[in-house]
């Protein structure tokens, strides 16, 4: 599948001009960026949803467009304010003009004061959807458009449900066309609760839902006038400010071997790129499939126009060259991995598969399948089930068709070594091959038993019809008015060794002294007792913030007020504990101490088991984060005392 590529370096409001072709200019725009983080983010949505539009809006008022493109296409297309069409900044073949829609997947390179962006404008048409899978495949973020005159489509659902599949943490949901709905808040919270009706079978850890009109400019880099009953930020603040740090495994390190270099014969190097992980000279290491255990002698690297050098340690995604300190027969698609952290190794296993030919899937033939750089041939052994993409129900097995998704069960000629793909993207994803016409017919994810939670209605607790509630014949009003206090619950929620088990014990100390009924919830000794039952999978961090949320519930309505001191990584999950609490009661504590910090304290060892692959699904680490984006305060126990932390929360407790 081809794409189109626009190189362009660094832009942005500030930013020096993309204008300035001179070497000094070329050089304070890199200098500028280089320590910028990245965002990897794709379109999607279904045909003339506005994708296009709103990327050339996107790209148009953050200045980040060639004067020389901007020429080129001036007077071309229906001209707006801005002079052009701004979908013709993306959709750059003659067909795609012609027609007026998006066919291959357009790539663009960006950047702002805060942070930079690789951006895949996908097609919206059906007969695309493979195209929109490729660009969503490495995306940290995938926006979803939805025309606000006609809602939640099919292509919507589809394209929603694909990126879930792909491993895409979060979806922004720009609501786009308000202008022609007299900017509406009925029909963007119309479309909004219809949407998270069908989300809530995805596999999405954050959904933001933005109202805009990428022909008018509202709401995509500045904030709409029109709108102004919509408090959040606009869609360019967003992409600067969303947290996707922790998105990448940096705890199982997974070296596919791409090639053996061999420049003379005192030097034998292994080159390609790191999946996952990380690895330092000196680490033990074994080679897949041989199973031979070595040690790492040197980490060689090439920058960018620099001579080679040895570096002492790497990590994802840098394009290394390994020496081993052991001669050893090794070559293109092996695996090199650390000692006590090895990935499956099999020759059956099971997937989810997207099939992208016009051609059906045949079960009895031989496809080659590419998985990191390891290629053999596979056979389909079974097909458990199709997927209805609108309702995500299970259908019959039948052979897969052009843009259906089934699960599936692979036997290959050859092992491969395998990571479920929600924790490992780089191993766990892998393509099909006709080795008739060398067309890649279908692109396919590694799962395991019970992986594929948005394939199945999320259950609900069930509650039995004989149980009826007691009200007691003290109201919490009673209860606050004889203690003189209003009882609140302050959430603590940050990475491990941010500061919040501390700040909370003071806090707690200083309440009570105050003559005000207090208790604080701390998650390490809520596991000791009433959560001892739960670990820390993403289903269990749920069930362990709900759980805890009833509890504050009750001291509330007791009256008590209550500090509860949790890492609670998710937004939805905090979200709902605020909901059971109730939010004239629920105070949000974002303790946003840098990671480097908490790693540095790292009170337990947790860090550096974490780091080794002793523990796994680590938030911040090997596991998400969400920060929260509207706390009541944050603070930096990095550069603010306790006393000055406790100091600021008390003022909480003024609130009416």
Not at 38 to 50: K, N
Not at 131 to 139: E, F, K, Q, Y
Not at 546 to 567: E, P, Q, T, W, Y
Request: aromatic share 6%; hydrophobic share 35%; net charge neutral.
């Amino acid at each position: 599948m081809s794409t189109k590529t626009t190189p362009t370096i660094g832009a942005g409001h500030d930013a020096a001009k993309p204008s300035d072709t001179s070497l000094k200019g070329v050089r304070a725009i890199l200098e500028q960026s280089k320590n910028l983080s990245l965002l990897r983010l794709s379109t999607a949505g279904s045909v003339d949803d506005g994708k296009s539009t709103l990327i050339g809006r996107l790209l148009h008022d953050s200045h980040s467009i060639y004067d020389d493109q901007l020429e080129s296409i001036k007077g071309k297309g229906q001209a707006e304010e801005t002079g052009f069409d701004l979908a013709y900044v993306t959709d750059g073949l003659r067909a795609e003009r012609e027609q007026g829609i998006t066919i291959d997947v357009a790539y663009r390179y960006f950047s702002t004061p805060r942070r930079r962006f690789i951006l895949a404008d996908t097609p919206g048409h059906e007969q695309y959807t493979r195209n929109m899978a490729t660009g969503s495949s490495t995306a940290d973020l995938t926006i979803v458009l939805i025309d606000a005159r006609k809602g939640v489509l099919d292509q919507t659902r589809r394209h929603a449900f694909i990126a879930s599949l792909l491993g895409v943490p979060r979806l922004v949901i720009a609501i786009n066309k308000m202008d022609l709905v007299d900017y509406s808040e009925s029909v963007f919270g119309a479309i909004r609760q219809e949407f998270t009706s069908f989300a809530k079978k995805l596999d999405v850890r954050h959904i933001k839902f933005i109202p805009v009109s990428a022909l008018k400019g509202d709401n995509v880099v500045t904030s709409s006038e029109r709108m102004n009953w919509y408090q959040g930020e606009p869609l360019l603040r967003y992409l600067e400010e969303v947290y996707v740090a922790s998105d990448q495994n940096q705890v199982d390190f997974r070296f596919p071997v791409q090639l053996v270099l061999r420049p003379n014969q005192n030097y034998r190097g292994y080159a390609g790129q790191v999946r996952s992980g990380a690895i330092a000279a000196g680490d033990e290491v074994i080679t897949l499939p041989s199973m031979q255990r070595s040690r790492i002698l040197s980490i060689d690297h090439w920058g960018i126009g620099a001579k080679p050098c040895s570096i002492e340690r790497a990590s994802a995604p840098m394009s290394i060259t390994l020496t081993l300190d052991r001669e050893l027969d090794v070559s293109r698609g092996d695996m090199i991995v650390r000692a006590h952290n090895v990935p499956k190794v099999s020759n059956r296993f099971d997937a989810i598969l997207v099939w992208m030919s016009e051609s059906p899937l045949e079960p009895s033939k031989h496809y080659i399948l590419k998985q990191a750089t390891r290629e053999t041939l596979g056979l389909v052994e079974s097909i458990d089930y199709k997927i209805d993409v609108n309702t995500l129900h299970r259908s019959s097995p039948t052979p897969l068709a052009l843009n259906e998704i089934g699960r599936i069960r692979l036997v290959t000629k050859q092992s491969l070594f395998l990571d479920p793909y929600k924790l490992n993207r780089g191993t766990g994803s892998f393509i099909c091959i006709d080795p008739t016409t060398l067309l890649t017919v279908a692109a396919g994810v590694v799962v395991e038993k019970g992986d594929i939670q948005s394939l199945r209605e999320k259950e609900q607790p069930t509650v039995g019809t004989d149980l009826h509630r007691e009200s007691s014949l003290l109201s919490r009003a009673d209860r606050e008015l004889r203690f003189g206090h209003q009882a609140k619950t302050y959430w603590c929620t940050g990475l491990s060794g941010s500061g919040k088990s501390t700040i909370a014990r003071h806090l707690e100390n200083q309440l009570f002294r105050d003559g005000i009924p207090v208790y604080c919830l701390d998650g390490d000794n809520i596991r000791h007792g009433l959560n001892q039952d739960l670990g820390f999978s993403p289903e269990e961090r749920v069930e362990n913030i709900r759980r805890v949320a009833h509890v504050a519930k009750l001291f509330n309505d007791a009256g008590i007020s209550v500090i509860c001191s949790l890492i609670s990584p998710y937004a939805s999950e905090r979200a709902a504990a605020r909901k059971v609490i109730g939010a004239e009661s629920f105070f949000e504590i974002y303790m946003s101490t840098p990671l480097d910090v908490c790693e540095a304290r790292d009170p337990h060892g947790l860090y550096k088991k974490a780091r080794s692959g002793d523990i796994k699904g680590f938030t911040g680490i090997s596991a998400p984060y969400e920060p929260p984006t509207n706390p009541d305060i944050t603070l930096d126990s990095s550069t603010l005392s306790v006393e000055e932390c406790v100091r600021q929360i008390r003022e909480l407790c003024s609130r009416p």
